[in-house]
């Protein structure tokens, strides 16, 4: 089979490999229909997080079972699934709480032996352990690259918005409108808000954040603490979405929530940086953080997706075969691209 593979920063490849086989209980293999390029893909491609050199890429994907192995009970050979971008034990502590996304044995696809030896989806075939937590079947008339955005993107942008406990008629401030906070503002308008604010500082992102009906604020030629003020009668927002994963807008989403709001670092963070807790303190803030927990949110996810309350489809900018990903990787490099899903 073909798999897309990383060689070295900036370079990835076109690779003949093996196809996988089922080698314990409860496995599948899923034919890949469709399998999307990813902002953390590129953090791999250019070596920021270490990946050895021959490594599949990818976590994102839709495509039918080929293969289920004993003691799956979920999909069954032929279906059209879809699946989440890690993969869950289902018996430890954790993921009997149901935090499945900080599970024991919890595994990444794509992301080399840092994160568990998980081949990626950027391929013809993929082996999907625990097959009955990660897959699901796709809704009957969803296009797979809308439900693509179910494993990761789109459950990223709603684990922000549930940990903000929304109430109908509230107000929410997304900052950064990527493919994960533009997936925020939607969320967060069919979660009955009435006012989002989207801020960034690309034209074409405020454009697309207001035609999912946040009102754009751009980040340095606006006012945003005017904007969001004159928006909620002077108080601030009642939750505010730090989507960049920096301190300049963990601070900002700070400031921006009104007194006992929530604040949701969605954003990646692995090192240290400063959070200014006398704002935190003074104003009784929660702040949630982490990894979205994508296996609980499939079902929500995918219901809101096929009954159009959800629609990503406008984010897909580019679609491109899976023999095209060396382009493909530069144009989203180049930040060319929202989101660009492949074709095997
Ligand atoms: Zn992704
Ligand atoms: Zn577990």
Redesign the pocket.
């Known amino acids: 089979m073909r798999a897309v593979t990383f060689q070295a920063p900036g370079e990835v490849r076109v690779d003949e490999k093996p196809d996988p086989e089922l080698t314990a209980p409860g496995e599948a293999i899923v034919r890949v229909e469709a399998t999307g390029v990813c902002g953390s893909d590129l953090h791999l491609y250019h070596g920021r997080i270490q990946i050895e050199p021959g490594f599949t890429l990818g976590h994102e994907y839709v495509g039918t079972v080929v293969a289920a192995g004993e003691g799956v009970s979920g999909v069954s050979e032929g279906d059209r699934v879809l699946g989440a971008f890690l993969t869950?034990?289902?018996?430890?502590f954790?993921?009997r709480r149901g935090d499945?996304h900080k599970?024991?044995?919890?595994r990444v696809f794509g992301h080399g032996a840092t994160l568990g030896s998980l081949q990626g989806a950027q391929a013809d075939l993929l082996l999907v352990p625990g097959a009955d937590l990660t897959l699901r079947r796709v809704p009957e008339g969803l296009s797979d690259e809308v439900a693509l955005f179910a494993g990761d993107v789109m459950g990223t942008g709603y684990h922000a918005i549930e940990a903000l406990d929304l109430e109908p008629g509230g107000s929410v401030a997304v900052l950064g409108l990527g493919p994960v906070g533009l997936c925020a503002v939607q969320v967060a308008q069919a979660a009955g808000a009435a006012h989002v604010i989207g801020v960034d500082s690309v034209d074409e992102r405020l454009r697309m954040g207001e035609a999912f009906g946040a009102t754009p604020v751009h980040l340095t030629e606006e006012d945003v603490r005017g904007a969001v003020k004159e928006a909620t009668e002077g108080r601030g927002v009642d939750g505010a979405v730090d989507a960049v994963g920096h301190p300049d807008a963990l601070e900002m989403a700070c400031r921006l929530a009104r007194k006992a709001g929530t604040v949701a670092a969605i954003g990646v963070y692995s090192e240290r940086v400063e959070v200014h807790m006398g704002i935190v303190w003074i104003k009784s803030l929660t702040l949630r953080s982490g990894q979205a927990n994508v296996i609980a949110h499939l079902d929500p996810v995918l219901e809101r997706l096929a009954n159009g309350d959800l629609d990503p489809a406008p984010l897909v900018t580019h679609h491109m075969s899976l023999d095209e990903a060396p382009e493909a990787y530069r144009i989203y490099d180049r930040h060319e691209a929202l989101k660009i899903v492949l074709s095997p």
């Open positions: 869950a034990c289902g018996k430890c954790f993921c499945f599970c024991d044995a919890g």
